[in-house]
């Protein structure tokens, strides 16, 4: 069975981390995620741009754009998608493409991106 | 888990929100700071026993609150206290407070702590300074620090703006749509200033003023999570992360501006140039173009270029066109002249020079601007008489040493 592990935080307090600080972090998480890509157990990881990039669908008659990340707490994350894409509008686009009639999909570019060794 | 480093980063991120929202209550920044100090102090006692709470900015303000109306009952009982629908009663939990939190108008609330800075009387140095008190939190002695003046003399400068600020009127109502694009717009521009504080210095301080430059970006970021779909306040985030970008490649040795042409590009942070662009992206999706997003945007086109001769100068030249549309000026007019030579050639970028000769008559870089133009024409004579103008206008030594280089050069 493939889990997906998601970092939750409060953004703001992560900004104001010292240098030491989030080289901690880090290195702790590396510790694990290391120890894991040697068991051949480690998928993709990835590490998201801050949230004032990102941008939200929602399925309408004409979906809606919405600047900002998805901020409703009665709706609860359901799955994801890893796109290449070389602009913003062309994620929008792809989202636009998946929304359909139902749910949110928040548009999010990454950070940092480690491919994994390829989960069968 | 819950070590030194965490709570101080918890509450450098909780202070914005927790002053502003202690402002609300007390309508008293001495009361709002002092109430901070406080839960600041009952955080570090109570968080390492107790584990740190779900959301430390609400357990501050809880705490600070209730600790200030203790203080203010045990200072005088006699004392009218503000009304009852200002100052929640202490029945309120914590889980309600963060309720309120949720609300807009806490945004507001942010947005009037840093509004409140920003008196227009005072100069802007000192707006900058109190803000850095504040909403920052940062200490005396490294506000003075990075002004480069004495401890006592920036406390000095501090005392005097807050009490400009004290006796200043600030409505405290949710302010309407046009009041609060007033002030986020008031607000950018101080946060703007901050990072050009930092930004333009060079010489053996420098590297005291980068914290500035950080600084400002925490705001500027801070104040987007806040108002999500302001694209200028996008565009504001992305000109100080793409400028930002290049600081360790902006100074020598020396500590020597460097200029963009002989950067060594791969010392500029993808990590901000990407956070930028795609800020930059964003902001342009909006379709309300503003003067941030326009600098932004040229900030961008550089950003993009892996060498110098790689940019793309008519795409600049496009942006400063409507740059000037929205925002008239001769500095940006002079500015689009460096893009059109590299475009159509110096001949016709003199031509744009020739109206902003009397406007710009004390302007250094207008000068700098027009021998380099008559060098490249061939007109080392003319170049010779605008270069000797320029150093004379020069502000810096570095400035004219800079000038100096081009004059030698002329010289066969």
């Known amino acids: ?120 | 888990m819950t070590d030194v480093a965490w709570i101080g980063a918890a509450l450098t991120a909780a202070r914005p929100q927790a002053v502003a929202a202690l402002l609300r209550y007390f309508r008293d920044l001495d009361v709002a700071e002092e109430a901070f100090q406080e839960a600041s102090l009952r955080a570090l006692k109570s968080w390492p026993l107790n584990g740190p709470p779900r959301d430390p900015a609400a357990w501050l303000i809880f705490v600070g609150r209730n600790s200030a109306l203790d203080e203010l009952r045990r200072r005088n009982k006699h004392d009218v206290l503000p009304e009852d629908d200002v100052i929640p009663d202490a029945e309120h939990s914590e889980s309600a407070l963060v309720e309120r939190l949720d609300s807009s108008a806490y945004q507001d609330d942010v947005l009037r702590l840093l509004f409140i800075c920003c008196q227009p009387d005072l100069p802007a140095t000192q707006q900058i300074a109190v803000a850095l008190r504040i909403v920052s939190g940062l200490s005396v002695q490294e506000i003075a620090r990075a002004f480069l003046v004495t401890e006592a003399a920036m406390a000095q400068r501090i005392t005097r703006a807050k009490r400009a600020m004290s006796e200043s009127a600030v409505a405290f109502e949710a302010p309407g749509p046009v009041e609060r694009a007033e002030r986020l717009s008031t607000v950018a521009a101080m946060i703007y200033l901050l990072f050009n504080e930092g930004y333009s210095a060079s010489g053996g301080d420098a590297h005291v003023r980068v914290p500035l430059c950080e600084e400002a970006i925490r705001l500027s970021r801070l104040l987007l999570r806040l108002f999500p779909a302001e694209s200028e306040i996008m565009g504001l985030t992305a000109l100080l992360l793409l400028q930002h970008a290049r600081a360790a490649a902006r100074l020598d040795a020396n500590a020597n501006i460097v200029l963009l042409d002989d950067q060594d590009r791969s010392l500029w942070n993808r990590h901000l140039i990407g956070e930028g662009l795609v800020l930059v992206e964003k902001a342009q999706l909006s379709g309300e173009p503003g003067p941030y997003q326009l600098q932004a945007a040229i900030a961008a086109v550089h950003a993009r270029a892996a060498r110098p001769q790689d940019t793309d100068w008519s795409q600049i030249d496009r942006i400063y066109a409507i740059l000037e549309l929205l925002q008239p000026s001769p500095v940006i007019t002079l500015n689009r002249a460096v893009a059109v030579s590299k475009v159509r050639g110096p001949q016709a970028a003199l031509g744009m020079l020739e109206p902003l000769e009397e406007p710009l008559a004390g302007y250094f870089h207008y000068f700098g601007v027009k021998g380099a133009l008559l060098k490249e024409l061939g007109r080392p004579d003319e170049a010779r008489v605008a270069f000797n103008k320029a150093i004379g206008l020069a502000r810096t030594a570095q400035e004219a040493a800079h000038i100096r280089m081009n004059l030698d050069r002329l010289t066969p």
């Not at chain 1, 157990?41 to 998805?70: C, H, Q, Y």
Request: proline content about 5%; charged content about 20%.
């Open chain 1, 1 to 120: 069975m493939f889990y997906c592990i998601l970092c939750y935080n409060l953004e703001s307090e992560v900004e104001a981390w010292t240098r030491e600080k989030e080289a901690a972090v880090m290195a702790q998480r590396e510790l694990v995620a290391h120890e894991l890509a040697t068991q051949g157990r480690l998928g993709p990881v990835g590490r998201l741009m801050p949230t004032t990039t990102a941008m939200t669908i929602r399925a309408s008659r004409e979906p809606l754009v919405l600047d900002g990340p998805f901020a409703e707490t009665k709706e609860q994350l359901l799955g994801f998608y890893l796109v290449d894409c070389t602009s913003l509008e062309q994620a929008l686009e792809v989202a636009r493409g998946l929304v359909g009639d139902t749910g949110a999909l928040e548009v999010r570019p990454l950070a940092s991106f480690y491919p994994g060794i390829g989960l069968q």
